[in-house]
């Protein structure tokens, strides 16, 4: 079964720091640029970060940059959202994303990430 499954979201106080991890299952993961998106309440759904297929390549968000960096283990099939100097406007869900050609898409379920003291 193709999934994305991420972990790490919680609590943090503003200026923290936090860890998101997305496993891949299912397809060729080192073949796969990865994006992190995330929604916030009451907004839509945002792209954060992507990196490319063997990491050679990142971007990031505006609103981000200098604070997140995303990295990946094609080994372990993972990518990693490294998020600092976390801000309440960073509260959202989180979502690891990929997509393919042929409408090969697919999404995670989200980790929840609250920042607030």
């Known amino acids: 079964q193709v999934k994305l499954v991420e972990s790490g979201g919680d609590l943090v106080q503003p200026g923290g720091s936090l860890k998101l991890s997305c496993v891949a299952s299912?397809?060729?993961?080192?073949?796969?640029?990865i994006n992190w998106y995330r929604q916030a309440p009451g907004k839509e759904r945002e792209l954060v970060a992507t990196?490319?297929?063997?990491?050679?390549?990142?971007n990031f968000a505006d609103s981000v940059k200098g604070r997140f960096t995303i990295s990946r283990d094609n080994a372990q099939s993972m990518v990693y959202l490294q998020m600092n100097s976390l801000k309440p406007e960073d509260t959202a869900v989180y979502y690891c994303?990929?997509?393919?050609?042929?409408?090969?898409?697919?999404w995670g379920q989200g980790t929840l990430v609250t920042v607030s003291s």
């Open positions: 299912g397809f060729t993961f080192r073949n796969y640029g």
């Open positions: 994303h990929t997509r393919g050609s042929k409408d090969f898409e697919v």
């Open positions: 990196i490319t297929s063997f990491g050679t390549s990142t």
